[in-house]
């Protein structure tokens, strides 16, 4: 067996070539359950018209999320660890570079001696036979167990100038593991909202009455649910959540005065349980009271003076495990 070339390669990838960690166990799949709960009021007014109206909703989902086996030192869904591992690829590159100026600024004026080349060897062969052919831990195993053969060999000089970058080499954890929506995962909503709004619209004179609701109370199983949530992503060490936003189904209700209308989340809650939900714990419940400025169950003349809030009560988990087969939750 030659050497020479593997302990080429060995100096060239330095020591930032991390010894990977053991790996953990990767848990089974998990219910995603997001429950969203909503009361408030809106109104608006102008001199001679005005509308007053209470909402009052419910949004709940309850899916399944295959995890990663293994995991990465990048969160895609943040973009502070995007920044970061861009940094580290860039100082990777970077210190690469070095490595090689600092390698060919070495004079070694012989091959190494017998006895090094027999430990060289020795450090090979038991690299080969732990790490079963993969190169990335051979380098590693022979790094770790020669840590002398990181450094010049004797004799060798630096011309002036050149960095010396044998130490150790910062590198980010792998602490984020991903959770995959599958095809035919199970999956079940409930949407209810209970929004009534009554006015008066001055007409020719008189004044009129102005009634308007959104009524309905939707529950269903939807297979493929989890395929709104492609790729989540969870911080094991922080024990923190990202989600792609909050991604409801959408279904047809029937209502009493305006027909068919959607069951979807209101823009601005949707939007505000979307933020929460970006590096939220794994499991928590959050509330907050928001000011509006959309109407939601209120339709306002074009000169109207417009107010509404509403308070958002948030549940949340990716905690619990499931066994195929079994009823998901209600709540």
């Known amino acids: 067996m030659r050497v020479s070339k593997f ?13 990977p960690a053991h790996a953990k ?30 909402i009052s909703e419910r949004f709940f989902l309850a899916t399944v999320l295959e995890p990663s086996d293994s995991l990465d030192a990048m969160n895609p869904l943040d973009p502070d660890s995007m ?42 062969m038991q690299a080969y036979a732990k790490c079963k052919g993969d190169e990335a831990c051979i380098k590693a195993a022979v790094m770790q167990s020669n840590p002398g053969l990181m450094s010049p060999p004797p004799g060798a000089t630096m011309r002036p100038g050149v960095p010396d970058v044998s130490g150790p080499q910062e590198e980010e954890k792998a602490v984020y593991r991903q959770w995959f929506g599958l095809e035919g995962c199970p999956g079940k909503f409930r949407a209810t909202r209970n929004d ?28 493929s649910l989890c395929l709104s949530y492609p790729m989540s992503v969870v911080n094991e060490e ?7 936003g909050f991604l409801f189904p959408e279904a047809a209700a029937m209502q009493k005065n305006a027909g068919s209308v959607s069951a979807t989340v209101p823009g601005e ?5 979307g933020k929460a939900l970006n590096g ?47 009823a998901l939750p209600d709540k």
Not at 196 to 221: L, R
Request: some cysteine; charged content about 20%.
């Open 7 to 19: 302990l080429r390669a060995v100096l060239l990838c330095g020591t930032a070539v991390a010894v």
């Open 25 to 54: 166990q990767p848990p089974g799949p998990r219910i995603l359950k997001i429950d969203v709960r909503v009361e408030g009021s809106e109104g608006w007014q102008t001199k001679v018209s005005s509308e007053k109206g209470t």
């Open 83 to 124: 920044r970061k591992a861009q940094d580290s690829s860039a100082r990777h590159i970077a210190n690469m570079q070095k490595i090689q100026e600092r390698n060919r600024a070495l004079a070694p004026t012989a091959p190494p001696n017998a006895a090094m080349q027999q430990q060289v060897n020795q450090a090979i």
């Open 196 to 223: 009534i709004s009554q006015g008066s619209v001055s007409d020719v004179g008189a004044s009129k009455p102005w009634n308007h609701e959104i009524k309905f109370d939707i529950a269903q199983s939807k297979p």
């Open 238 to 244: 922080a024990g923190t959540l990202f989600l792609p």
């Open 269 to 273: 809650i949707g939007a505000w349980v």
């Open 280 to 326: 939220a714990p794994i499991a928590g419940t959050k509330s907050e009271t928001i000011n509006l400025t959309r109407p939601i169950v209120v339709l306002p003349l074009a000169n109207a003076s417009y107010k509404g809030s509403v308070k958002i009560t948030l549940t949340w988990s990716l905690t619990e495990a499931h066994k195929a087969g079994t």
